[in-house]
Nanobody, 115 residues
């Protein structure tokens, strides 16, 4: 069983920045991939960014150039640096990891961007 704990959410004005953290209870190199998702009220949960064990990164078109996913293996942590935030980025952000047929989710952290 893997536990994931997200933090770093909050209220920010449009144009501002936040950095989300996701701390895993196991070495992140155990995971095939680590990803950030988000879910706005009344909407489906969407993929925001993914990083594979090998370091390949993909982003949703809506966040390209504004968000950056990174990791710190010594801290078993994956980050999501969010800049130039927009009101439409408001959502609960979730961390997800996959490993050999299993997936684990964090509890989510709320990000609210005011206009």
């Amino acid at each position: 069983q893997v536990q994931l704990v997200e933090s770093g959410g909050g209220l920010v004005q449009a144009g501002g920045s936040l950095r989300l953290s996701c701390v895993a209870s196991d070495s992140i190199f155990r995971f095939n991939a680590m990803a950030w998702y988000r879910q706005a009220p009344g909407k489906q949960r969407d993929l925001v960014a993914t990083m594979t064990r090998g370091g390949s990164i993909t982003y949703a078109d809506s966040v390209k150039g504004r968000f950056t996913i990174s990791r710190d293996s010594a801290k078993n942590t994956v980050y999501l640096q969010m800049s130039s935030l927009k009101p439409e980025d408001t959502a609960v952000y979730y961390c997800r990891v996959t490993t050999w047929g299993y997936e684990y989710w964090g509890q989510g952290t709320q990000v609210t961007v005011s206009s």
